[in-house]
């Protein structure tokens, strides 16, 4: 297996910043240029980057693993169904074989899921379908405020009520419009997720600041946020489970909000960079002065670890 980050454990990272490696781990990525983005010890779940170079193909058996596969730049072809930028790719396990193709190369995100529902997701066939003509769906959940949609990637995708997502969890291409944000943390019980930007601008104070290529993950119950974006962003949102939320109170989170908004400018363009919280003027000149901040601090809560 080669090197990628633990999905135990809490993850901020930029996917850009990674080394490319020679693919070693599922048969795949053999020979592959690839960036190992996040792997599961238990289950052997891995989530890559990776380059598919002119002429690559690849006959897909389906017997060992569920591969999904986003198109970011390219072609893919699956048994003959072609798709360029912005299409999706879908292998459910035990589906049979699939002859998977490109002509001019592309360069994809790529999940390989060994554990997995038996007859759920895709019909139990093989799936394509190009991103952008799939209908927009409000994500609409019992306390989130408005100002998110999704097109589902994995189908069926259950998208009501206080859980989303089947038995293996969800895989959207999320849209938060500009100005979206919530001043409180939250957290999913008996859930795992991991984001991956694509567009746009995001601040998750005690992580830092989201621009394309950055990569975040929560193991269960584990407390993350706020979140806030001036121009709105897009990113890719994976989990293991169905998904639910919860909601904790940050200091000064009201204030924090506002002040990013009023402050961020309409004339600087969103750069692709991940930020360390520490490293924003966010924390040094706005929070670290104020004595709510700090006595949440002191008391240990702004300490990365899960809730038990």
Same mark, same amino acid.
């Given at each position: 297996m080669t090197d990628a980050a633990n999905r135990s454990e809490p993850q901020f990272f930029s996917i850009y910043e990674l080394g490319w490696q020679r693919g070693r781990g599922p048969k795949i990525t053999s020979g592959l240029n690839i960036r190992p983005i996040s792997h599961d010890a238990d289950s052997g779940s891995c989530t890559y980057m990776a380059q598919l170079p002119s002429g690559w193909r690849f006959h897909e058996d389906a017997d060992e693993a569920t591969v999904e596969i986003f198109v970011l730049k390219g072609d893919l072809s699956a048994n003959g169904q072609r798709v360029g930028a912005g299409g999706f790719v879908a292998v459910p396990k035990q589906c049979g074989p699939c002859e998977l193709s490109t002509e001019a190369g592309a360069h994809v995100y790529l999940w390989w899921t060994p554990q997995w529902p038996s007859g759920y997701y895709y019909n139990s066939d093989v799936y394509v379908t190009k991103v952008w003509q799939e209908p927009w769906v409000a994500s609409e959940m019992p306390g989130i405020q408005h100002g998110i949609m999704h097109k589902s990637l994995r189908v069926p995708d259950p998208a009501g009520g206080a859980m989303h997502g089947g038995p293996a969890g969800l895989l959207r291409f999320i849209i938060q419009v500009p100005g979206f944000h919530d001043h409180r943390q939250e957290f999913h019980h008996n859930c795992w997720e991991e984001i991956i930007w694509l567009s746009g601008d995001f601040l998750m104070p005690e992580r830092g600041f989201c621009g394309p290529g950055t990569y975040l993950s929560n193991p269960p119950d584990h407390i993350h946020g706020v979140m806030m974006t001036q121009r709105g962003n897009i990113e890719l949102i994976h989990t293991s489970t169905p998904i639910g939320v919860e909601f904790v109170p940050y200091p000064s989170g009201e204030d924090l909000t506002a002040h990013y908004l009023d402050n961020s400018?309409?004339?600087?363009? =969103?750069?692709?960079?991940?930020?360390? *919280?520490?490293?924003?003027?966010?924390? @040094?000149?706005?929070?670290? =002065?104020?004595?709510?901040?700090?006595? *949440?601090?002191?008391?240990?809560?702004? @300490?990365?670890?899960?809730?038990?």
């Amino acid at each position: 297996m080669t090197d990628a980050a633990n999905r135990s454990e809490p993850q901020f990272f930029s996917i850009y910043e990674l080394g490319w490696q020679r693919g070693r781990g599922p048969k795949i990525t053999s020979g592959l240029n690839i960036r190992p983005i996040s792997h599961d010890a238990d289950s052997g779940s891995c989530t890559y980057m990776a380059q598919l170079p002119s002429g690559w193909r690849f006959h897909e058996d389906a017997d060992e693993a569920t591969v999904e596969i986003f198109v970011l730049k390219g072609d893919l072809s699956a048994n003959g169904q072609r798709v360029g930028a912005g299409g999706f790719v879908a292998v459910p396990k035990q589906c049979g074989p699939c002859e998977l193709s490109t002509e001019a190369g592309a360069h994809v995100y790529l999940w390989w899921t060994p554990q997995w529902p038996s007859g759920y997701y895709y019909n139990s066939d093989v799936y394509v379908t190009k991103v952008w003509q799939e209908p927009w769906v409000a994500s609409e959940m019992p306390g989130i405020q408005h100002g998110i949609m999704h097109k589902s990637l994995r189908v069926p995708d259950p998208a009501g009520g206080a859980m989303h997502g089947g038995p293996a969890g969800l895989l959207r291409f999320i849209i938060q419009v500009p100005g979206f944000h919530d001043h409180r943390q939250e957290f999913h019980h008996n859930c795992w997720e991991e984001i991956i930007w694509l567009s746009g601008d995001f601040l998750m104070p005690e992580r830092g600041f989201c621009g394309p290529g950055t990569y975040l993950s929560n193991p269960p119950d584990h407390i993350h946020g706020v979140m806030m974006t001036q121009r709105g962003n897009i990113e890719l949102i994976h989990t293991s489970t169905p998904i639910g939320v919860e909601f904790v109170p940050y200091p000064s989170g009201e204030d924090l909000t506002a002040h990013y908004l009023d402050n961020s400018s309409w004339l600087d363009d =969103p750069v692709p960079k991940t930020e360390e *919280w520490k490293e924003r003027s966010e924390y @040094r000149d706005f929070m670290l =002065p104020r004595a709510d901040y700090q006595a *949440w601090l002191d008391a240990g809560a702004g @300490r990365v670890e899960p809730v038990r």
